[in-house]
């Protein structure tokens, strides 16, 4: 039987279970050509897969706020969408009150999506500027069959007061309000048809920074007035600590840490959370609020990164167990293979850049040789120095390099996934990181 035990208000409101969004995307025309003489037909269009949500578990309790944050692109919204069944989801299951929504019909699924609603990011185009602002609210009420019609305008005027609107609104329409103003109609909206839970995504990110903070404590108000569980969405990690009580962080499709708020911020565990975190405030724009913390480019969701998601970024990659390494050695290596990987160092003798990386004494062993070889072809003292192409011999360097020590780290090697301890023993603790094997 799909159905779990009947629903008792303490277990959690939601739960997923290997939930996986993937979009199907054809690649380019002639590149995307695969020839197979084996199979029929011997030509096909190779489909990439791009790995929006990939296999996350985890539970909404319910009356909490379980914050989203993670970077643009890492499949947020989707995993929201993908919950709501506003999106097929490619894998896994999703318990609503203890059911399987998939196993949900008719009657049992039109109740369903009026319990679960969502919050847009940007008020402005989620309401129809030809609608009065009572159309807007009574409609979602008018589909469910909630109510005469006398009763939806009692109700929809009932929920502007509680939104911190005005009852004489009724008959405005939205391009009258302000940002903030319409992002309270959108969720008077919302709450019209009486849900359980409500995924806001990005809800305050398009608004002025003086109006996020009387929304959020407006929906704070709300949620404990309505007894609604939310999933906040935001990049902003000022607003995710401002409402949350707990905090899944997301990376490639993958959930890399879940704790506690104040754990979370505290105490981070996962070096991607850490990298985040050491992000705000962010100095100035064009610098991407990087501040050498995240280096590099997110890699394709088409293509992630095997075992842990974030080693391609990571300041903490595990050193190969297969290399005796002494004290220091591994990180002065890692450090080399950083620099060599995005070429951050001016052309330097073989004897500079010993020097520079490695204060001059290589490790010994396996290890040692493979970085010789590299030092070799990215020196500017080779042998033959005038041959060979240097893009092409720092490609075979960094080539090398990951072949060598990268790939062989048990982050390349293992999906990390560790239950740790947290400060109040009672709550759960998740951290997608080797360091806690
Ligand atoms: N309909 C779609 N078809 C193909 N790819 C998609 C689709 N929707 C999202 N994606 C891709 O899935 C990945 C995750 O996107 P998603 O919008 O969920 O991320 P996000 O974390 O919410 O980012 P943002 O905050 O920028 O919206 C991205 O690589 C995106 O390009």
């Known amino acids: 039987m799909d159905e779990r035990s009947s629903y008792d208000g303490d277990d959690p409101l939601l739960e997923l279970d290997g939930v996986s969004k993937y979009f199907d995307q054809e690649s380019g025309l002639i590149a995307g050509l695969q020839f197979d003489p084996e199979a029929f037909p011997?030509?096909?269009?190779?489909?990439?897969?791009?790995?929006?949500?990939?296999?996350?578990?985890?539970?909404?309790?319910p009356g909490e706020t379980l914050g989203l944050v993670g970077e643009s692109g890492c499949g947020k919204s989707t995993l929201g969408r993908t919950i709501l069944r506003l999106l097929e989801?490619?894998?896994?299951?999703?318990?609503?009150?203890?059911?399987?929504?998939?196993?949900?019909?008719?009657?049992?699924?039109?109740?369903?999506?009026?319990?679960?609603?969502?919050?847009?990011?940007?008020?402005?185009?989620?309401?129809?500027?030809?609608?009065?602002v009572g159309q807007i609210i009574t409609e979602p009420m008018r589909a469910h069959d909630m109510l005469d019609d006398e009763g939806r305008e009692t109700r929809a005027k009932e929920l502007l007061e509680k939104v911190g609107l005005d009852a004489r609104h009724y008959n405005r329409h939205p391009h009258a309000f302000s940002g903030g103003q319409r992002q309270r109609i959108n969720f008077a909206r919302a709450l019209s048809v009486d849900p359980d839970f409500v995924v806001c995504d990005e809800p305050v990110s398009a608004l002025d920074v003086s109006v996020q903070?009387?929304?959020?404590?407006?929906?704070?108000?709300?949620?404990?007035?309505?007894?609604?569980?939310?999933?906040?969405?935001?990049h902003d990690l000022s607003v995710i600590r401002h409402i949350s009580d707990r905090v899944a962080v997301m990376y490639l499709g993958h959930i890399v840490e879940l704790a506690d708020k104040e754990d979370l911020f505290e105490n981070p565990q996962h070096p991607y959370t850490r990298a985040l975190l050491n992000s705000i405030p962010v100095p100035d724009p064009r610098e991407n609020g990087a501040r050498g913390v995240l280096e590099g480019e997110v890699p394709s969701p088409a293509d992630p990164p095997s075992g842990c998601r974030f080693r391609t970024r990571c300041p903490r990659l595990i050193a190969p167990d297969e290399y005796d390494w002494a004290d220091g050695e591994w990180e002065e290596t890692r450090a080399f293979v950083r620099?060599?990987?995005?070429?951050?160092?001016?052309?330097?003798?073989?004897?500079?850049?010993?020097?520079?990386?490695?204060?001059?004494?290589?490790?010994?062993?396996?290890?040692?040789?493979?970085?010789?070889?590299?030092?070799?072809?990215?020196?500017?003292?080779?042998?033959?120095?005038?041959?060979?192409?240097?893009?092409?011999?720092?490609?075979?360097?960094?080539?090398?390099?990951?072949?060598?020590?990268?790939?062989?780290?048990?982050?390349?090697?293992?999906?990390?996934?560790?239950?740790?301890e947290s400060a109040d023993r009672s709550a759960e603790r998740f951290a997608a990181c080797h360091l806690h094997r």
């Open 213 to 234: 903070a009387q929304v959020l404590n407006t929906m704070e108000k709300l949620q404990e007035e309505f007894g609604l569980t939310y999933l906040f969405i935001a």
């Open 89 to 132: 989801p490619t894998d896994g299951d999703i318990y609503f009150k203890g059911e399987n929504l998939a196993s949900l019909g008719g009657e049992e699924l039109r109740q369903t999506r009026s319990d679960m609603q969502m919050i847009f990011q940007d008020p402005q185009s989620s309401l129809d500027p030809r609608m009065t």
């Open 339 to 420: 620099a060599v990987k995005r070429r951050t160092f001016e052309p330097m003798t073989a004897a500079e850049i010993k020097d520079e990386f490695f204060d001059s004494t290589l490790p010994s062993g396996k290890a040692g040789t493979v970085i010789e070889e590299t030092i070799d072809l990215v020196a500017t003292d080779r042998e033959n120095s005038g041959e060979g192409d240097e893009t092409l011999r720092w490609d075979a360097a960094v080539d090398l390099l990951l072949e060598s020590f990268a790939e062989r780290s048990i982050c390349a090697r293992e999906r990390p996934a560790y239950d740790l």
């Open 42 to 61: 011997p030509i096909s269009v190779d489909r990439n897969r791009v790995k929006a949500v990939d296999d996350v578990s985890l539970e909404i309790r």
